[in-house]
């Protein structure tokens, strides 16, 4: 089970468990019934809207044949996930001062510039000017040497 919470590790068990009901041949009403979980609360959990409590993990795990812990422990870790995206998000608060349009395929006011700091100085680069060059290596405080 360890393998397959590192492959997994990091999306919302609610993606898991649409799977898992979609290979059972299960519905959400039939999961709610099963597990006395409100179906409403199944949808939302489904459709990432609403985070697993423990005694629903525990509830589901049974359900659905998993180890005790499964999906709290993948609650766990797409927590985690969104509290490093967070935080990161919180490193640059601004952007940088470089064209929107080098970033065409993204809107640009919600680009986390701290996750996609690789990328964004990889397109810049390869595509940006001289000033944007320059301003993308103050930004990101790179070494000039």
Do not use: C
């Not at 709610?32 to 979980?37: D, F, K, Q, R, S």
């Not at 985070?51 to 589901?60: D, H, P, V």
């Not at 608060?93 to 701290?114: G, M, Q």
């Amino acid at each position: 089970m360890n393998n397959l919470t590192d492959i997994i590790k990091g999306i919302h068990p609610g993606k898991f468990i649409e799977r898992e009901l979609k290979k059972k041949n299960l519905t959400q009403r039939a999961l709610a019934e099963e597990t006395g979980i409100p179906f409403q609360t199944i949808n939302a959990i489904i459709a990432g809207r609403r985070n697993l409590t423990t005694e629903q993990a525990l509830k589901i795990d049974q359900i659905l044949g998993y180890e005790e812990g499964f999906f709290a422990i993948l609650q766990t870790h797409y927590d985690i996930k969104q509290y490093k995206e967070k935080e990161l998000a919180s490193i640059y608060t601004e952007a940088p001062h470089i064209r929107k349009s080098l970033f065409w395929d993204a809107d640009f006011n919600k680009i986390n510039w701290a996750k996609y700091k690789n990328a964004v100085i990889k397109r810049v680069f390869e595509r940006g000017s001289k000033d944007e060059i320059e301003e993308i290596t103050r930004y990101y405080n790179l070494s000039t040497k």
